[in-house]
Each structure stands twice: as structure tokens, then as C-alpha cells.
């Protein structure tokens, strides 16, 4: 199944697929869909939270 037109997020998953060689089943749109919904939302969240200029990225500690 390939997107409709107008549905830039179903656009998105076929070309991912495509690029990756991965065949994703029709059953398995929606939760993929749901997933990378779910995914840009917490992105957007973290994009718009503002930080300091002088804010420093933490130390990377290793065992």
C-alpha cells in the first residue's frame, strides 16, 4: 500500500521503507504511524525548551 496523496507522514514511512529495503505489512501502518507520531511530538518538546547560552553539555562518564 503507498500513501494517499496529502498525507505528508504516510509520504514519510514509505520512503524511510524504501530507503531502509524494508517491507512494512498494511496490518503494520498504524502502530507504525502511532510510532513515529508519538516520536516527533517528544522531539518537538525538546526542540522548543529553552536553554541558556552559556548552558554546557554534561560530562560523558564511562565505567
Known amino acids: ?10 509520504d514519510y514511512i ?3 521503507a524504501g530507503a ?7 496490518a503494520w ?3 507504525v504511524r502511532a510510532n513515529l507520531e508519538v ?8 526542540d522548543e525548551f529553552p536553554l541558556p547560552d ?3 553539555p554534561a560530562s ?3 565505567a
Open 39 to 46: 516520536s516527533l511530538r517528544l522531539a518537538r518538546m525538546v
Open 14 to 16: 514509505d520512503a524511510a
Open 60 to 62: 560523558v562518564f564511562g
Open 1 to 10: 500500500m503507498t500513501a494517499t496523496e496529502g498525507e505528508p507522514l504516510d
Open 20 to 26: 531502509l529495503r524494508l517491507k512494512i505489512e498494511d
Open 54 to 56: 552559556e548552558t554546557e
Open 29 to 31: 501502518r498504524p502502530a
